[in-house]
Nanobody, 116 residues
Framework: QVQLVESGGGLVQAGGSLRLSCAAS????????MGWHRQAPGKQRELVAD???????NYADSVKGRITISRDSAKNTVYLQMNSLKPEDTAVYYC??????????WGQGTQVTVSS
């Protein structure tokens, strides 16, 4: 079992920045990758960015150049640095971990609101 706790969401003006954190606990040795997804009202949940155990990153086209995913393996924590935020980035952001057995674990979500 893996538990995920997110933090760092909030309200920011367009053009501003936020950093989200996701701390994993439990069977962290089994995690093959972690990532961030988001879900805006009335829309499907979508991948924002993910990072593998080897450090390989992947980004949605809509966030490339503005958002960076990183990790601190010693702290079992993944970060999402979001710059140049736009109103369309407004969503609930969820952290996800995937185990070696391809089981997915989700955090509780953190709200990000970007005002115009």
């Amino acid at each position: 079992q893996v538990q995920l706790v997110e933090s760092g969401g909030g309200l920011v003006q367009a053009g501003g920045s936020l950093r989200l954190s996701c701390a994993a606990s439990g069977s962290t040795v089994s995690i093959r990758g972690m990532g961030w997804h988001r879900q805006a009202p009335g829309k499907q949940r979508e991948l924002v960015a993910d990072i593998s155990r080897l450090g390989t990153t992947n980004y949605a086209d809509s966030v490339k150049g503005r958002i960076t995913i990183s990790r601190d393996s010693a702290k079992n924590t993944v970060y999402l640095q979001m710059n140049s935020l736009k109103p369309e980035d407004t969503a609930v952001y969820y952290c996800k971990a995937v185990s070696d057995m391809l089981r997915g674990y989700w955090g509780q979500g953190t709200q990000v609101t970007v005002s115009s």
